[in-house]
Every structure is written in C-alpha cells, then in structure tokens.
C-alpha cells in the first residue's frame, strides 16, 4: 500500500529555515519520481521540486537555489530543505509519488512564512 506521510511544516519567520519530512511505505526507489508541491489559500498545486528514480532533480524557478531536494533510502524518507523563506512560500506543502501511470499523495503539511 502507497503511503506518504509528511512532517515538518510549522512556522517560520522571513529568512527563515525549515525542512519538510515524507515518510514512504514503500521503497522509495520503487517511484518513478518523488516530489513537493504547494498549494498556497485560493491558489493551484505547483510543483516546488522533485526527483526522478535515477536522481535527476526539478526545481520551480522560484526556488531554485534556495531548496533542497534530497532522499534517504534506508529510511525511505524524501526531504526537502528550504532556505530563504519569504511570505510567498505560505502554502500546504504535499509529498508526491508516481508509480508506473498512479499519483499518490500526501495529507499535507502547511507551512507559515510570518513575522
């Protein structure tokens, strides 16, 4: 059974740091590709960064530089650091994974960029 289950989120002042959790079920290198994305209030889901099964990483442009994508195998874990935080980065923050042609997601952690 495919489950992912974030942690992390909370907030966070401007400049701040936080780094988001995605525990998997499953073997992780069972994905086609794992990712984070966002959903900020009244907004669409975006892709904020993934990784494919042979570790080559994506990253919206707005947070490149500035992200992390990074994942633990043993632990079965997917991470995503995230530096530089402004008010923008304020969104529901979904651990997502393809499997063969299914998506599979996360509840969702939200994360608070505010002073």
């Known amino acids: 059974q495919v489950q992912l289950v974030e942690s992390g989120g909370g907030l966070v002042q401007p400049g701040g740091s936080l780094r988001l959790s995605c525990a998997s079920a499953l073997n992780i290198f069972e994905f086609n590709s794992m990712g984070w994305y966002r959903q900020a209030p009244g907004k669409q889901r975006d892709l904020v960064a993934k990784i494919t099964v042979g570790g080559t990483t994506t990253y919206a442009d707005s947070v490149k530089g500035r992200f992390t994508i990074s994942r633990d195998g043993h632990k079965k874990m997917l991470y995503l650091q995230m530096h530089e935080l402004t008010p923008v980065a304020t969104a529901v923050y979904s651990c997502?994974?393809?499997?063969?042609?299914?998506?599979?997601w996360g509840q969702g952690t939200q994360v608070t960029v505010s002073s």
């Open positions: 997502h994974a393809t499997l063969l042609r299914y998506d599979y």
